[in-house]
């Protein structure tokens, strides 16, 4: 059966809850880059079709910006669908891992999530993966309001830490990583990921109309790289908590995406 090295798991944990401060690192930066997991092609289809009833895409006459895009890896086809598309981060070094073949595509913009710098009603689709939790809400939820343009619409979503499958006892060797060695390495936030945002939603003062879509989100990987994964998500840099793995079998993850849309 496979395991994880309980020797590995007594560093401090890193309780750092500022997102500005978190990829400061560049190492640490590219390690969350290459294993961040892409999103399905249909969370784009359903968004489109939420966002942008009786179109279908290219939309050259419209931008997107795609906040807190980190390296990239929530674009999926937005640059080629879209006119103009902004990919906005607080981080620099984030920013510095976007792929070549995007950045040709996109406007990288060193930006806050609460003052993006964009002009007012400039704005026809705000997109948000895996990182609202990180944001003041309120004052996000007003930036947002203030950029997009009427029947404007912000698109957020979130996938969960999974299911996994693969060997014996797998499912309680994967809770064990999250809920026991790790736990105490999530930062302030994640119990959001968790329950799919469900209570953070904004108000009608900001936004009309509110949905939620829910979809599967596959994963094959090796162990270790989901144990990699899950060190990177939890936010561990300092190099103690690179779990070694006994053996490293192929394993698949059952992640569930949940995307919510709003329209102005």
Known sequence: MSSIDPG???????????????????????HYARHRPHYPQQLYHQLYAHAFPGRLPPFPDLTVVDVATGSGQS????????????????????????PPALRQRVRLQLGDAHATGLPPASVDLVTVGQALHWFRLDDFYEECCRILRPSGALAAWTYDFGQLQGFQGSEQLYQKLHSGILGSYWAKGRELVDRYYIGIEPGPQHFEEVQRVQMPMPLSLTLEEL????????????GKMRQRCKLCPTVSSKICCQFMIWVT
């Open 227 to 238: 144990v990699r994964y899950s060190c990177d998500i939890a936010g561990c840099v300092t």
């Open 75 to 98: 674009l999926g086809p937005l640059p080629c669908d879209f006119g103009t598309c902004i990919a906005l981060d607080v981080s620099a070094t984030q920013l510095a891992e976007v």
């Open 8 to 30: 590995l798991a007594g560093p401090e944990p890193n309780l750092c809850t500022d997102p500005t401060q978190l990829f400061q690192d560049a190492q640490q930066t590219s």
